[in-house]
């Protein structure tokens, strides 16, 4: 069997590693315009420091990253977050707040820390506590995110707290962004518990009572990261193919399915360094056809619809239908000594109301210590995404003054910066608006007549890391399976 995998990011990569496993005497290349492999996952080491280009740590309650990690042998380098700064801060009025105690994501844990923060009113306080008392919505109709805070918080809770940290994640409009597709847990604990801080307080106290009782095991912190940083992941994955399965500083042009049933893909060598005296149409090696059996699809989803444009239609519209917003991420270096005041955090979201160019910003040397030398401070600061569209294309003569002075209003830096490192990914981060679960079970269904074909990638079921190494998993399996009939 012949297999083509267009993408070299994680989800690519993870489908290819797959695939060696379950039918180990398939040929496979991975095409990717890049002249590396990792799609955004970029690490950059700078003068001691080490800088994540896009994201710089994975969620460990989902298993996927963490599991694959250790199949890699790279369990020993899965570093945890500082449990001294596991907190993060909410700009108000332009002055830093700590987030309440035990507020996770859209709901509190805790209603002391609630009754007690600068950040909301007393009526915007008052009003969260009824939420112990608004009828339950039973039904498993979607709604946007800010439909779902207001009913069940308030305005004050959504705009100052929710909306900022749902936006540092997603990017995304709370208006459209659906409830169903990126956190439904919350509306389950509503129809099951009537409340989502009656819920909580009951999870905190079950997750008490299974730590207790847990003996023996690792325990990680809910993020974590990899020393010698996430491209370390990528490039793992790719020593485990065979060396001539990678094709990277190849874009895919064309792709279309004959009559016969095989995939034809089209390339041309693009990158820093292309190889002129190579054919710009069609895929040429010594031990491989330009025919493919099978083809999955690892780019970012609208590539993915071009591409699809000519063989499946259908599927191309369908896949059109999902948005992608661009970010910005600005990487500053500091002497310590010009940090003056001393965080008790891993970083701070912006809420909109506060009409700032920024998104959110991470403390990155304070999360994790090893990514700076001893007297230094490295700061992460984000921006664009649905908010400011145009931030995310702005070039970095512009976009470096403007992020850097909005920083300094808020964290009071003395100084100019030992150096800014900037990286731009446009298009990159898929929008679930409301009603997009539909969108992905329509989808679904038409690929899943198919068994030559399959999706891969962060447009379907969660933008983390692990999500996307999941996708790239069971689209390696559809195709296994059918070859294995």
């Not at 996952?41 to 003068?47: G, K, P, Q």
């Not at 970095?396 to 808020?410: F, G, S, W, Y």
Request: glycine share 8%; net charge positive.
């Amino acid at each position: 069997m012949n297999i083509a995998i267009i993408g070299a990011g994680i989800s690519g990569l993870s489908a290819a590693y797959r695939l060696r496993q379950l039918v180990p005497d398939a040929t496979i290349r991975v095409f990717d315009r890049m002249n590396r492999c990792g799609g955004v996952l970029e690490t950059l080491n700078r003068d001691g420091f080490q800088i994540e280009q896009s994201a710089d740590n994975f969620i460990t309650t989902i298993p996927y990253g963490v599991t694959l990690c250790k199949e890699l042998g790279l369990g020993e380098q899965l570093v945890q977050t500082n449990p001294s700064v596991r907190r993060t801060y909410v700009v108000r009025r332009g002055r830093l707040h700590l987030l309440p105690d035990g507020f996770l994501m859209m709901a509190p844990t805790k209603l002391l820390p609630i009754v007690v923060t600068p950040i909301l009113s007393p009526l915007g306080k008052l009003r969260a506590g009824l939420e112990l008392f608004i009828p339950a919505r039973k039904d498993n109709l979607d709604e946007s995110m800010a439909h779902f805070v207001r009913r069940r918080f308030g305005h004050e809770v959504f705009e100052r707290l929710v909306e900022p940290l749902v936006s540092g994640v997603y990017a995304a409009d709370m208006e459209k962004l659906s409830v169903l597709a990126t956190l439904p847990r919350f509306r389950e604990m509503e129809r099951n518990d009537g409340s989502l801080i009656r819920a909580m307080q009951k999870q905190l106290a079950a997750n008490r009572a299974a730590n207790l009782a847990e003996q023996s095991g690792a325990r990680y912190s809910m993020f974590v990261t990899l020393r010698n940083g996430l491209a370390s992941l990528c490039n793992a994955l790719a020593a485990k193919l065979p060396p001539d399965s990678l094709q990277t500083g190849r874009e895919v042009t064309k792709t279309w399915k004959t009559a016969e049933g095989q995939w034809i893909i089209e390339t041309k060598p693009c990158g820093s360094q292309p190889t002129p005296d190579l054919p710009t149409i069609s895929v040429i090696f010594a031990v491989q056809p330009k025919h493919f059996d099978a083809v999955i699809f690892a780019t970012p989803i609208h590539e993915s619809a071009r591409l699809l444009k000519d063989s499946v239609p259908k599927l191309a519209d369908k896949l059109a239908e999902i948005q992608h917003e661009g970010t910005a991420i600005a990487t500053f270096a500091f002497n310590a000594e010009q940090i003056k005041p001393f965080f008790h955090g891993m970083g701070f979201v912006v809420p909109k109301t506060e009409q700032s160019p920024i998104l959110a910003g991470s403390f990155s040397s304070l999360k994790y210590e090893h990514r700076a030398p001893k007297g230094k401070f490295l700061i992460r600061i984000f921006a664009g995404g649905n908010r400011s569209p145009e931030l995310a294309e702005l070039s970095d003569d512009r976009l470096r003054p403007l992020l850097l002075t909005e920083m300094r209003k808020i964290l009071k830096i003395d100084g100019e910066p030992l150096f800014t490192e900037i990286s731009h990914w446009s298009r990159t981060m898929p929008q679930y608006h409301v009603g997009h679960c539909e969108l992905v079970r329509e989808i679904e269904s038409l690929t899943s007549s198919d068994p030559t074909l399959a999706l891969a990638g962060n447009a379907f079921h969660g933008v983390g890391i692990p999500n996307c190494i999941q996708s790239g998993f069971q689209a390696a399996e559809k195709l296994a399976a059918s070859f294995t009939k």
